[in-house]
């Protein structure tokens, strides 16, 4: 199984925006679906969005149409474009092979976004 490195968090004040990245160790071409997951403090982890390699996407309704999920199967790496962020997007997010999400194992440190002013 691929390492993945989640990247690109930080602090952002509501309304901003911040574009995450997350790096796999290997080819992630034969992946069908990657997933971008987010848990903030004291809730489990929830999906926010996927996209297949084939490029088809799938929003959770709290995002849609303030986050884009995209993919480079060249670059082995997925993107979160996060636009209109609000406060209650606070949370770690992680990225995974939606296909191994039920190994504890796959995921990785996640990177922390934080949206206060």
């Known amino acids: 199984q691929v390492q993945l490195k989640e990247s690109g968090g930080g602090l952002v004040q509501p309304g901003g925006s911040l574009r995450l990245s997350c790096a796999a160790s290997?080819?992630?071409?034969?992946?069908?679906?990657m997933a971008w997951y987010r848990q903030a403090p004291g809730k489990q982890r929830e999906f926010i969005a996927s996209?297949?390699?084939?490029?088809?996407?799938l929003y959770d309704a709290s995002v849609k149409g303030r986050f884009t999920i995209s993919r480079d199967n060249a670059k082995n790496t997925i993107y979160l474009q996060m636009n209109s962020l609000k406060p209650e997007d606070t949370a770690v997010y992680y990225c995974?092979?939606?296909?191994?999400?039920?190994?504890?194992?796959?995921w990785g440190q996640g990177t922390q976004v934080t949206v206060s002013s």
């Open positions: 995974n092979d939606v296909s191994a999400t039920w190994m504890s194992g796959s």
């Open positions: 290997g080819s992630i071409s034969s992946i069908d679906r």
């Open positions: 996209v297949t390699r084939g490029g088809n996407t």
